[in-house]
């Protein structure tokens, strides 16, 4: 073969194999994008508004069989809702400032709220009639939580402090102290033998629900920030907190451990929620998307643009019903489409935070 016949046949050798590589490589990367995409969006849901307050919307809370959610704004109102329908059932005003956060009972018969007025005031959620209020906080109310079998409320303040309420007495039975700075969110375990609060301090505090106990079991750090939410998975085995600079953290309890930090948001994570499984998480944040994540592997598996800030977000115990309460006065509804769910049974168990 002479030199020319060499020539060509490494031309032609070269520029099948180019060719060959390149039919080889454009499935294989179509491939790795789908598979990347089926990866990052596991579930998928359409959104819906389906009404508004008059101002922000702060918290947000489904009850334990799923039926109903409620709201709470600055316009110093609280509003229920029906799930799935989306309904507006009942306002209830009453409280003289923001109310930042309510909690349903166990039951479902009673909705606790948190407010700049310094109380925490209990309603009843057929008549919306306020049945009784706690007053003993110094400074605006921020967080407020049932126990599991609605004999206590747990509460936090700018005070400082986290106090407990004898839900039969109506009174103040305990009063914790240990946090540096405002106090944000509190809750209970569901087995109903810690409170975990969080605070500008940049910790989290566990304590017992023992009520000659008054010093933390133990103090959780690791944010650097403040820690602006916490909440207990349905087993108690796990702890959710997430903070100012939408970092949420994953802890194994009642070990203290550290799992998992997922930076899940650019900004300002002030809600979580999980779903019954105890493994998905719920967030929603001031860059105005609302995600879902594995907090066993942190893989985000839903995120969407809400088109407003987030400030409450809670699902529904199997997690097919999202609801966002935003910066903008609106309240969402996400509803997991058909083709996402088909073939699962979605259990009708306790909602995402109670």
């Not at 998992?260 to 929603?284: F, L, P, Y």
């Not at 609302?290 to 809400?306: A, Y």
Request: net charge negative.
């Amino acid at each position: 073969m002479n030199k020319q016949s060499t020539y060509s046949y490494l031309f032609w050798d070269e520029h099948m194999n180019q060719s060959m590589l390149k039919y080889v490589m454009i499935p294989f990367v179509m491939s790795l994008a789908l598979s990347m995409n089926m990866k990052a969006q596991q579930r998928t849901y359409v959104m819906k508004t389906i009404g508004m307050h008059d101002d922000e919307v702060l918290g947000v809370f489904v009850n334990g069989d799923n039926t109903r959610f409620a709201t709470s704004s600055l316009d110093e109102s609280i509003k229920l809702w029906s799930i799935p329908e989306g309904k507006e059932l009942l306002t209830i005003k009453g409280h003289l400032g923001h109310v930042n956060n309510i909690s349903f009972s166990g039951d479902d018969k009673l909705i606790a709220s948190a407010s700049t007025d310094r109380t925490v005031r209990v309603w009843d959620v057929q008549t919306g009639t306020q049945q009784y209020v706690l007053t003993g906080h110094t400074a605006e109310v921020i967080g407020v939580y049932f126990s599991p079998k609605n004999d206590y409320i747990a509460s936090t303040s700018f005070d400082r402090t986290v106090k407990l309420w004898d839900t039969k007495l109506r009174t103040e039975v305990k009063t914790l102290r240990g946090h540096t700075d405002k106090t944000n969110d509190v809750a209970y375990s569901y087995d109903g033998k810690y409170i975990a609060s969080c605070s500008d301090d940049r910790t989290i505090k566990i304590w017992s629900t023992d009520l000659n106990t008054k010093e933390e079991l133990m103090t959780l750090t690791g944010h650097d920030t403040q820690v602006l939410t916490v909440l207990y998975s349905f087993d108690s085995k796990r702890l959710a907190s997430a903070d100012e600079k939408g970092v949420v953290k994953i802890w194994e309890m009642p070990s203290g451990t550290l799992l998992r930090t997922i930076n899940a948001h650019n900004e300002i994570v002030q809600s979580v929620s999980w779903a019954e499984d105890n493994k998905t998480v719920v967030t929603g944040s001031l860059d105005k998307y609302v995600k879902l994540w594995n907090s066993d592997t942190g893989e985000n598996l839903m995120s969407m643009d809400v088109g407003s800030d987030i400030w409450g977000v809670d699902l529904t115990s199997s997690g097919d019903r999202i609801l966002v309460g935003c910066a903008d006065g609106s309240v969402k509804m996400l509803s997991e489409t058909k083709a996402a769910i088909k073939g699962k049974e979605m259990p009708k168990v306790k909602g995402g935070k109670k």
